[in-house]
Every structure is written in C-alpha cells, then in structure tokens.
T-cell receptor, first 113, second 115 residues
Framework: DGGITQSPKYLFRKEGQNVTLSCEQN?????MYWYRQDPGQGLRLIYY???????QKGDIAEGYSVSREKKESFPLTVTSAQKNPTAFYLC????????????FGPGTRLTVT | AQKVTQAQTEISVVEKEDVTLDCVYE???????LFWYKQPPSGELVFLIR??????QNEISGRYSWNFQKSTSSFNFTITASQVVDSAVYFC????????????FGKGTRLHILP
C-alpha cells in the first residue's frame, strides 16, 4: 500500500535533548513537508523540500533542522533551541510543490518535559 | 493578513442535519488552487478536494458538495444529511501560482455531529 509513515506515534523527551522524527513515503513524490499543529492554531509550515538534497525554511523553522538524502525520507530534528517543542507534527508529500494536493502521514505527538 | 479565513471555529449539529462550512480566501493571483482537508480524531489529514481558479462549477461527491464563488472569494463546503463519522476538524487551504510553492491553511473548523 502506498502512503506516508511517521514514527513513532507518541514521543516523550526531556528538555534539552534533540529528537528526530521519522517520515517515509513510498508514493514516489518529489516534494515533502513538515508541519506543526498546536491546539486552535491550524497548520504551520516548518520546512519543505522540492527535491533530494534541497530544502527550504517554512514559516517557523527556528529550532528545527531537516535533511533530504533520499527521495523517500525527510526526517525532522527538533533541537534544544526550539523553545516550545511540545506539539503534534505532521509530515506530508505531494507530486510537486505548490499547486498539487498534499498527502499526510498519521503524525507524531511530541511531549517535552 | 490572513489569506484563508474560516470564521467558524466550532459548529455542532444534530445527525442528519445539513451543515455548511465557510471558507473565504484572499489572493491577487489569477491562477490558484483551493483545497479542503478533513482531520478526524486520529489526527491524519485526509485530502477531500482540489479546485482551480478557472473552474467555478460546483462539485458534488456523495453527501459532500462544494460551492466556489470567485465574486465573493469563497469556497464553501456542505455536508448533507450529516453523520457522526463526519465529526472532525475541516481545513480549507489555498495555493497561489507565484508564491513560494506553499499551501496556506486556514485555522480549521471543528465540526461536532451529535447523535
């Protein structure tokens, strides 16, 4: 079955630790995205990638880093510099960026204490 | 300024009632796309529809229908004969041809269908 997988579903970390969220897709999509969702805030774009080995900052990139070494994979690292890391993180992919619909993974709920 | 406005934060209706979710957008582009997504309690966003700016025909898919009106910059979503499984957060979104290859999401409308 084609789709997007994110792991784990729930993640707990202590403050000051970096943590990496996994996102894998087997849809052969060129573009991939990371969003953050807070209650009542909608979706905010963290980073996106249009092609392998290339990525751009979204609206709230500070405190986050990404890599795109393979077409299928777009991991997100939440660094200790991110002031409020507790949130629901959603990964998405699309055929190309912009005008095409995005398909989403199930999300990772990160709690930092 | 907000590009996609979903003024209804939360709506509750009784099962079998019809309900319309409003979406107003703002753009200067002549070429753009509009989307609706559903986020059930599980959290994963589900793509519902994409509509381009040159196609103002209404769309119907089962109990779902969409009304696109460029004159009022609106792209409203109606669920007919609502069911409890329709309970979710619904997001409207906009993608503009000449803007950074991003989709801009509204803040969502939380829909409760009461049995």
């Amino acid at each position: 079955d084609g789709g997007i997988t994110q792991s784990p579903k729930y993640l707990f970390r202590k403050e000051g630790q970096n943590v990496t969220l996994s996102c894998e897709q087997n849809l052969n999509h060129d573009a991939m995205y990371w969003y953050r969702q807070d209650p009542g805030q909608g979706l905010r774009l963290i980073y996106y990638s249009q092609i392998v080995n290339d990525f751009q900052k979204g609206d709230i990139a500070e405190g986050y880093s990404v890599s795109r070494e393979k077409k299928e994979s777009f991991p997100l690292t939440v660094t200790s510099a991110q002031k409020n890391p507790t949130a629901f993180y959603l990964c998405a992919s699309s055929t190309k960026t912009g005008l095409y619909e995005q398909y989403f993974g199930p999300g990772t709920r990160l709690t930092v204490t | 300024a907000q590009k996609v406005t979903q003024a209804q934060t939360e709506i509750s209706v009784v099962e079998k009632e019809d309900v319309t979710l409003d979406c107003v957008y703002e753009t200067r582009d002549t070429t753009y796309y509009l989307f609706w997504y559903k986020q059930p309690p599980s959290g994963e966003l589900v793509f519902l529809i994409r509509r381009n700016s040159f196609d103002e025909q209404n769309e119907i898919s089962g109990r779902y229908s969409w009304n696109f009106q460029k004159s009022t910059s609106s792209f409203n979503f109606t669920i007919t004969a609502s069911q409890v499984v329709d309970s979710a957060v619904y997001f409207c979104a906009l993608s503009e041809m000449n803007r950074d290859d991003k989709i801009i999401f509204g803040k969502g409308t939380r829909l409760h269908i009461l049995p």
